[in-house]
């Protein structure tokens, strides 16, 4: 039997550290796979104008899989400073490569487990009665939609007459904007659709229904953003009754949530909501596990085609220090993630129980789990640094 191709895509700054020692983790663990490398970033942009070049998506749309580390995004007056010079007069416009990579492919299924490992001292606490230290056990999956909503772009500064008239046609439009100067607009749109709000739903029922979760939340905002999040918790309803009575559906505005998460972030089990607000709770999930140095994804197409990423970002600042000092558990958890997805779960409950004993023991820690600040010195001052940590995973095997 041949060996699986993963296609590596390390992207900007800190991408290509933590992927590479992420392939190692893999390849001491017993993951039997060839690795081809695809061009993702803004080096790209800069030097040829486009981010996610054609031959990255060939690759993909090849080998299915990919493991992508991170990228640098800028704004928009800043992207067109730094292309080549020979490109500037060809009206290219900068958007993320990650983004393409999501609508190009329909990745429209996200998933964000958001879980305490035990004895991490970045664990989010509270004080209980009698001021009582009280560490909550948080064990959250962020089904996040991951292809429309505000993130689906269409939008608009200074819209055309056609679209602006149609806007114009809106009483609320009208009333409230309708004295602006088109000039002085801009328009973001909110698109959901029922396809793919069921595909989101059923996705977090069926992840909760598989690992025996109790509740599904759907995290919007339909008492004012009435026929989107209304309708996303009107099918949520429907599919619930339907086919999945066994699991509570629970209810909550966007808002309320970020209240409720560090209030009682252990009462919460699988929750989904649309790309704008999926990325916001996914988040601030996050910061109750340790940080966005635990912060694994994994993205899904109806076609087969899935990528696994962490959610930080590119951190260039760290990028050029002489030894790396960025916590890679996150880059590894996607990993674990890819291997489920293909199921190697022998190999990813391996490598997701290595970690879980490194941080309990408490004698390798990054910078982070140290409370330090981001300094090339910290790994003089008993940090561990990147490969330091990728090596006391391995040696768990």
Known sequence: MSKRTIVLMPGDGIGKTVLDETVRVLNAAGFEADYVEGDIGWEFWKKEGNPLPQRTIDLIAEHKVALFGAITSKPKDEAFEELASELKEKGLVYSSPIVGLRQHFGL???????????????????????????????????????????????????????????????????????????????????????????????????????????????????????ETSGMMYKMAQQLQKSDYSEIELWNTNIDAQMMWLTKNPDTYGVMVAGNMFGDIISDGFAGLI??????????????????????????????????????????????????????????????????????????????????????ADVVTKGAASTTQMADAIIAKF
């Open 290 to 375: 340790g940080g966005l140095g635990f912060a694994c994804s994994a993205q899904m197409s109806a076609d087969g085609v899935a990528v696994f990423e962490p959610t930080h970002g590119s951190a260039p600042k760290y990028a050029d220090y002489e030894t790396s000092i960025v916590n890679p558990i996150a880059m590894v958890e996607s990993a674990c993630m890819m291997l489920d997805y293909l199921n190697e779960k022998e190999i990813s409950t391996k490598i997701r129980k290595a970690i879980s004993e490194i941080i309990s023991e408490g004698n390798v820690r990054t910078y982070d789990m140290m409370k330090m600040t981001g300094r």
């Open 108 to 226: 429209d299924i996200c998933a964000r487990p958001c879980k305490t490992y035990k004895n991490n001292p970045l664990n989010f606490i509270k004080r209980g009665i009698g001021d009582e230290i009280v560490e909550p056990e948080v064990d959250v999956v962020v089904f996040r939609q991951n292809t429309e909503g505000l993130y689906g772009g269409v939008e608009w500064s200074n819209p055309p007459k056609d679209v602006y008239n149609a806007l114009m046609t809106h009483p609320k439009f009208k009333q409230n904007f309708g004295e602006t100067p088109v000039d002085e607009l801009s328009v973001s749109t909110r698109i959901f659709t029922k396809k793919a709000t069921e595909r989101i739903l059923r996705a977090a029922f069926e992840h909760a229904k598989e690992y025996g979760y109790k509740s599904v939340t759907v995290c919007e905002k339909p008492n004012v953003i009435r």
